[in-house]
């Protein structure tokens, strides 16, 4: 006699529906389709970590070069050395044999100066021979403002036509004669090359009232500050 057949039960077809179901959802999640459509995703975050790292990298050390942000000025004379070039307005005297030497014996800074014109000086406390300057220091290990000086006091760093700068300034001053410096060395730059700016003024009280008038300082910064944003690194040539 054959094995009597179970009941029909309506509880046990749903349960197997429902174990159907579940496992259709299970091989569906892990279908390959899902798994392409994640691969983008990887790749995206792949490439952003790549191009976070390469900036990161590459603010590790100034530029192999640099440029003006934008052209010399009508009239402008630009002057070419080794590793840099830079503009000046018409009237400044250039001194290729320009040597520094104010650090004291076997000290010298050597490079190129530009004296400023003698009609900015003319009838002020200004003296003639005050000057910007291109300078090098071959020693330097790492290039920073402060061994340009004697008496240096540090400034905050500034960038320029993407290469940053540390900045120092002296002020000295002895027998109605006021002597201020301020230093700008391109870090990263071997041998180290700055920027100097050399004023000279003497002391208006020892004058008559009336003989001279006080140099316009700002003015002549702004001129200073014109000819050194004009500066063109190029440490291949």
């Not at 001194?95 to 000086?121: M, R």
């Not at 109605?176 to 060395?185: L, Q, S």
């Amino acid at each position: 006699m054959g094995r009597p057949s179970k009941p029909y039960n309506r509880r046990d077809r749903l349960e197997r529906w429902a174990f159907i179901a579940i496992a259709v959802l299970a091989l569906d999640a892990c279908s390959p389709k899902d798994q392409q459509a994640a691969a983008p995703s990887d790749a995206a975050s792949a490439a952003s970590s790549v191009s976070s790292s390469s900036a990161a990298g590459s603010s590790a050390g100034p530029p192999a070069s640099s440029a003006p942000a934008s052209p010399d000025p009508a009239g402008w004379t630009r002057y070419k050395s080794t590793g840099f070039s830079i503009a000046t307005p018409p009237g400044w005297t250039v001194d290729t044999g320009y040597d520094y030497q104010e650090l004291g014996p076997g000290q010298d800074i050597h490079g190129v100066s530009f004296t400023i014109p003698a009609s900015l000086a003319k009838g002020t406390n200004l003296s003639s021979n005050s000057y910007i300057s291109v300078e090098t220091l071959p020693s330097l290990k790492t290039c920073t403002a402060s061994p340009f000086l004697s008496g240096a006091e540090a400034k905050p760093s500034v960038t320029q036509n993407g290469v940053t700068f540390s900045v120092a300034e002296a002020t000295q001053g002895a027998a109605g004669n006021f002597y201020d410096e301020t230093v700008y060395a391109a870090k990263g730059t071997s041998p180290c090359i700055a920027v100097r700016y050399f004023i000279h003024s003497t002391n208006i009280g020892n004058y008559d009232p009336g003989t001279i008038k006080a140099f316009d300082g700002a003015a002549l910064l702004a001129q200073f500050d014109a000819i050194r944003k004009t500066l063109v690194l190029d440490p291949a040539k």
